[in-house]
């Protein structure tokens, strides 16, 4: 009975998918404002649309109306103070010490546009600035037998340049996680104004993607005003794809995604897994592509079991693996050996150390990704 519910399933999903993207994008000829796209995305979709790749990019613009040539939204927003360390280890990431700043009166302002990098003035408080302004810097020296952890470069070089600089001969441009430590690397500073490990991509997108792709376009962004804080996307011909940033309150068209992964880190047999996915997601995560596999893959990185379960299965019936969510297996990265293996109790498991498909017992207790986007059928 439980072989024969999933093969209607499958065939069901069969005859509504037809294609294997990475994400898959809609679009909306609703002119809204960029809070209220992405708020209807939510509620429709999955969110406003990240885009990882050139590829990406193109598959979103062909969802698009082709009579409409004007701008559209997408999931790129302007945070301000998404401020970050060169250097994070656990010592460092943990709530005591990364809550600690200096930064002068008004600061950071970002006065100049695109000011990310921050350096230490010289009476010891810290400073926005663009990252191409060249500086003396502080590298911090971790090494157990090092004689001194603060060490002044009096080179003037640009933020990258410094960081690259001290990652290549001491641990990394100096961190400042207390007011103890902003004393000594004062006191490194002898009185100059000195690159110090802070800095930022004030880019993100809406649905907390990594994704460092961007499009801009030529002269792009500027922050015009100081307030343009929302990404949109031209469809005009002749600046077709690239981006712009705006006012967010202006009221454009938008694309949303579909289509998100997420780590379980609770271990539950392959059907418990499928039941948990179900009731709170949409299904147990499919790979479509090698795009996905590669998203897979490094989401799997920070499981707590050695393999996570996919939502691939196999049919003693037919002879073939299959997804249960319904997509075609257009894409495969099963270890060797392991396609052709027909095993009527067990179920397809990413292992975490190489990407690589394997089969397992059902009952084996995993880690599992789920899926959430539309449903098939």
């Known amino acids: 009975m439980e072989r024969r519910a999933f093969l209607i399933l499958l065939f069901s999903g069969l005859s509504s998918l037809s294609s294997c993207l990475a994400r898959q994008y809609v679009f909306v000829n609703k002119p809204l404002g960029w809070s209220d796209a992405q708020q209807y995305c939510r509620e429709k979709h999955t969110d406003l649309a990240s885009i990882d790749n050139a590829e990406e990019l193109d598959g979103l613009l062909n969802t698009a109306d082709s009579a409409y040539t004007g701008q559209a939204w997408i999931g790129l927003?302007?945070?301000?103070?998404?401020?970050?360390?060169?250097?994070?280890?656990?010592?460092?990431?943990?709530?005591?010490?990364?809550?600690?700043?200096?930064?002068?009166?008004?600061?950071?302002?970002?006065?100049?546009?695109?000011?990310?990098?921050?350096?230490?003035?010289?009476?010891?408080?810290?400073?926005?600035?663009?990252?191409i302004r060249p500086y003396p810097f502080i590298c911090y020296n971790e090494s157990s037998n090092a004689t001194q952890r603060y060490i002044r470069i009096d080179q003037n070089m640009t933020w990258t340049e410094a960081q690259r600089f001290c990652r290549e001969h001491y641990t990394d441009l100096v961190s400042v996680r207390s007011q103890s430590e902003n004393e000594e690397v004062k006191k490194?500073?002898?009185?100059?104004?000195?690159?110090?490990?802070?800095?930022?991509?004030?880019?993100?997108?809406?649905?907390?993607?990594?994704?460092?792709?961007?499009?801009?376009?030529?002269?792009?962004?500027?922050?015009?005003?100081?307030?343009?804080?929302?990404?949109?996307?031209?469809?005009?011909?002749?600046?077709?794809?690239?981006?712009?940033?705006?006012?967010c309150t202006e009221s454009h068209p938008f694309f949303c995604s579909q289509g998100q992964l997420f780590l379980i880190r609770e271990n539950k047999s392959w059907e418990e897994a499928v039941h948990y996915c179900r009731a709170n997601y949409t299904d147990l995560g499919s790979v479509g592509s090698a795009e996905w596999q590669r998203l897979v893959t490094q989401l799997a990185q920070n499981a707590s079991s050695a393999q996570v379960w996919l939502g691939l299965r196999y049919t003693c019936t037919l002879g073939f693996w299959f997804w249960v969510s319904g997509e075609p297996l257009c894409y495969s990265n099963f270890a060797p050996g392991i396609e052709s293996k027909c095993s009527c109790d067990q179920a397809g498991a990413l292992t975490v150390a190489d990407g690589n498909w394997i089969a397992l017992p059902y009952s084996q207790q995993l880690n599992f990704i789920c899926y959430r986007g539309p449903a098939s059928g």
């Open 188 to 247: 490194a500073a002898n009185g100059q104004h000195v690159w110090i490990g802070l800095n930022r991509d004030p880019w993100k997108w809406s649905d907390q993607t990594s994704s460092s792709f961007r499009n801009w376009y030529i002269g792009q962004p500027d922050s015009y005003g100081g307030s343009e804080n929302c990404a949109e996307v031209y469809l005009q011909e002749d600046r077709k794809g690239k981006w712009n940033d705006i006012h």
């Open 77 to 131: 927003y302007y945070d301000m103070n998404s401020w970050q360390w060169s250097l994070t280890d656990s010592d460092f990431c943990s709530e005591r010490k990364s809550e600690y700043s200096n930064w002068a009166t008004g600061q950071p302002d970002n006065s100049g546009v695109n000011e990310n990098c921050v350096y230490m003035f010289a009476g010891s408080q810290w400073h926005d600035d663009i990252c």
